[in-house]
């Protein structure tokens, strides 16, 4: 096969600035490998999320009640919008798991008797569905199963209604309700202590003293109907049954993390990608640009000899594909490995099944098309510039700039400037643009590793807070319901307690006039010392006597301030709901929480002295016999540990963030290679005939060398700073983009961020100038000289 002329010619234009190539389709690649990753990665889980919701009947909304007898089901049925409604029983158990010394928590939920399986229906992973009416046989959640090496045919003891008993895991399931399963006080799953288990409804009836009634509702609404009209109808319902609120899939946790992750991948998939494909297309112009200039005299004799500008274009716009092309196949061939990982990783968190489809294909050729979009956007104007050219016109060399003094010059600086200086200046001020275009690609690879570094101090930041300065106590232990003072003081007699403060939580509704939200009403003793209420700044918070304390992200969704009033709805009990005046907002980055003194928490629930729990603060020596003591108590639910949930939070920001960090430290390595290596080189190509001159006349190798590479210095001196100022701005911007409902993320900048970034990217700078200088070294001054003839 004959290759067309000037198709040979893009290949040995390619071979002869294979370094700036090399480095412009790394910039490429590192474009469509976040764009590939990012997006494949979040397009799975979506369409996963979407087809296992679907696939097994996520519901809509979701209520709870205290006991309610089942022939309320059917008036809960007839609700308008109501398409499919079903009750269950629930029930919250202390888990004695083997190997584990604490105890663990469960939440145990009845199998539907529906044969496809009703709402949220069981996926099986393994073994087989309990037997009818068995009260011993229990499905463990796939994370719990695994984190606790559970297996069909094993047993684990606990506790419902208040008596020991003997459960037999005879599968391993999951569900589209608990693909991301919280337990109750926990910021980050810890499945090890907390675990989801599934009975046939009837033996759990009997085993709870729930026969013939239910405690727990779910449903899906009818296409085009109110879900807030369903809500309110069913809280009338379940009201005089003790009913705990109705709730939409927004307020379901499940659904709210992964949905509020997904977001969050897509906010950086379509961010990180457009950085470094502008970063792509500028070299990509100043690349072509100067090859055209360079060929000036070949694009004339290319029309003397009869091709057309047309053809001249779309020979430039090929040598842009090719280089574009080039790094999307290296993006693409990088990307989606990467991605198979970041999915691996999720998989340890998200338990549901991950559709892959064909969407690893359509994202790659989304990828190659934003490259070309690139290469297009960067070569057009040379390609036009090379297509203008008459023939007559190029044949002759470029005319020289138009020389005149500047700003520098006109301020009499030149007189304190050595020869090299005057040059080194010159040459930059007689380009502002070019200037200008470096600079902010060094500035855009600091900012990236500034924002980065910046996210993850922000995320260890939170868990210090979290674990260190609000929480100090070594336990926090549930119990499975209200319990009177007798509760505090066994818990206080047990040998290697230090210390015990208790606390009263429920669920609760806040109003401001026609905004309501749901939340936690958090009962803690006036000067609370094991869990306090502490703001982003450290400052900690009294616990007013009469009043509420409400978190920032709680006020905001209100949009209330200190002094406002607030209806507090409290959603157990009598279900009391009372104007309460607000004390102060609490800056906290985290969740929806309203804090009152546990004293004014059981007086608007009308239950005397009573907790749902206590922090225990416990020798160190002691705490085998003080979690065996915890175990064998019938009326607990379960207990939180500090430690483990640190260490829990810390291995996932290490898996999952600590990833992040290093692919986006490469990036940012290679955007700064990729324009410095380019700068210098087509500086080289540009004053190869001028810098062979002062050779000639007696500059040095070095002063050359730094002339030629201190042009890169000045761009690289003021790009770094320029991009501190840029990350700084990133960093809150995506700190904007990325909070969610339930938490925002801290913006902390430290010094040795900020060192870091800039020292990263001068190493990278000096590394692609070494490249460049170790070039002039070889440069043969008489065939520079040569070529301007």
């Not at 010094?751 to 000096?766: D, I, K, R």
Request: hydrophobic share 50%; glycine share 8%; proline share 4%.
């Amino acid at each position: 096969m004959r290759i067309p002329a000037l198709d040979r010619k893009i290949l040995r234009d390619a071979w002869h600035i294979r370094g700036q190539i090399l480095a412009c389709a790394l910039v490429v690649a590192g474009g469509i490998n976040s764009f590939v990753s990012l997006s494949s990665v979040n397009r799975t889980l979506a369409a996963s999320q979407a087809a296992f919701y679907e696939e097994y009947r996520f519901a809509d909304v979701f209520a709870g009640a205290v006991r309610a007898p089942q022939s309320v089901a059917a008036a809960l049925a007839r609700i308008p919008g109501v398409a499919a409604l079903e009750t269950r029983v629930v029930a919250r158990v202390n888990l004695d798991v083997p190997g584990l010394a604490e105890p663990a928590r469960g939440r145990i939920v009845s199998i539907s008797r529906a044969a496809d399986g009703g709402l949220n229906a069981l996926h099986l992973r393994r073994g087989r569905m309990p037997a009818a009416g068995s009260q011993d046989e229990v499905l463990a959640s796939e994370a719990f199963a695994l984190a606790n090496d559970l297996k069909p045919g094993d047993s684990i003891r606990g506790v419902i209604n208040g008596k020991f008993q003997a459960l037999r895991v005879c599968g391993v399931a999951i569900s589209p309700e608990f693909i991301y399963a919280l337990g109750p006080g926990q910021l980050v799953p810890d499945n090890r202590r907390y675990g989801i288990l599934w009975m046939d409804r009837r033996g759990l009836e009997k085993a709870y003293d729930m026969e013939g009634a239910f405690n727990d509702v779910t449903a899906r609404v009818a296409p085009g109907a109110s879900v807030r009209a369903v809500l309110n109808e069913m809280d009338a319902v379940l009201g005089p049954y003790g009913g705990v609120g109705a709730y939409d899939r927004e307020d379901q946790l499940s659904h709210r993390f992964l949905s509020d992750e997904i977001a969050q991948n897509r906010t950086m998939a379509r961010i990180t990608p457009t950085i470094f494909l502008m970063v792509a297309a500028f070299l990509l112009y100043t690349i072509l640009t100067r090859l055209v200039q360079m060929q000036r005299s070949q694009v004339g004799l290319l029309k003397a000899f009869g091709y057309s500008g047309a053809e001249i274009a779309l020979h430039y716009l090929k040598l842009a594909l090719v280089i574009s092309l080039f790094g999307a196949a290296l993006g693409v061939a990088s990307g989606l490995p990467f991605a198979r990982h970041m999915l691996a990783l999720y998989a340890e968190y998200y338990f549901f099944p991950l559709y892959a489809g064909n969407q690893q294909a359509s994202v790659a050729a989304a990828g190659v098309a934003l490259a070309v979009a690139a290469a297009v956007l960067g070569a057009v104007p040379a390609a036009l510039r090379g297509a203008r050219l008459a023939p007559a016109e190029s044949m002759h060399p470029e005319p020289p700039p138009r020389f005149h003094a500047g700003v520098l010059e006109r301020w009499g600086l030149r007189r304190n400037l050595r020869p090299a200086g005057r040059m080194l200046i010159r040459n930059l001020a007689r380009r502002p643009l070019r200037f200008a275009a470096n600079v902010t690609g060094i500035a855009i690879a600091v900012s990236l590793l500034v924002m980065m570094s910046a996210m993850l101090d922000g995320v260890r930041y939170l868990m210090a807070w979290q674990f260190t300065t609000v929480q100090r106590e070594d336990v926090q232990v549930l119990l499975t319901e209200p319990r009177a003072r007798p509760a505090l003081d066994a818990f206080r007699s047990l040998r290697g307690v230090m210390e015990v403060e208790p606390f009263r939580l429920a669920p609760a509704r806040m109003h401001s006039g026609y905004r309501m939200k749901r939340g936690v009403l958090f009962g803690l003793e006036e000067n609370p010392s094991l869990r306090r209420v502490v703001d982003g700044n450290g400052t900690a918070w009294a616990i007013p006597p009469e009043g509420v304390l409400l978190t920032a992200i709680f006020a905001k969704t209100l949009e209330v301030r200190a002094g406002d009033t607030i209806e507090v709805e409290v959603m157990e009990g009598r279900r009391a709901r009372v104007a309460m005046l607000v004390m102060g907002i609490v800056d906290e980055p985290i969740g929806y929480a309203a804090y009152v003194s546990r004293a004014t928490a059981n007086r608007l629930m009308g239950e005397g002295d009573v907790l749902t729990g206590a922090y225990l603060r416990i020798d160190a020596n002691e705490r085998a016999r003080v979690f065996a003591e915890l175990k064998s108590m019938p009326e607990v639910a379960g207990a939180n540990l500090r430690e483990a949930a640190y260490a829990q939070f810390s291995a996932m920001i290490d898996r999952s963030v600590g990833i992040m960090i290093t692919m986006n430290l490469v990036f940012a390595w290679i955007i700064a290679v990729g324009l410095v290596y380019n700068g210098a080189r087509i500086a080289l190509s540009e004053r190869g005939y001028e810098l062979a001159t002062l050779r000639v006349l007696g500059f040095t190798q070095r002063e050359t060398a730094s002339l030629l590479l201190g042009e890169q210095g000045v761009i690289t001196g003021v790009g770094l700073p320029a991009g501190l100022a840029l990350g700084i701005a990133l960093t809150l911007y995506f700190i904007w983009m990325l909070s969610t409902q339930m938490w925002r993320m801290p913006y902390v900048m430290t010094g040795a961020n900020l060192v870091g970034a800039m020292t990263a990217v001068a190493v990278a700078a000096a590394a692609s100038g070494g490249a460049v200088a170790w070039r002039l070294r070889k440069m043969d001054l008489v065939a520079a000289l040569k070529a301007r003839e």
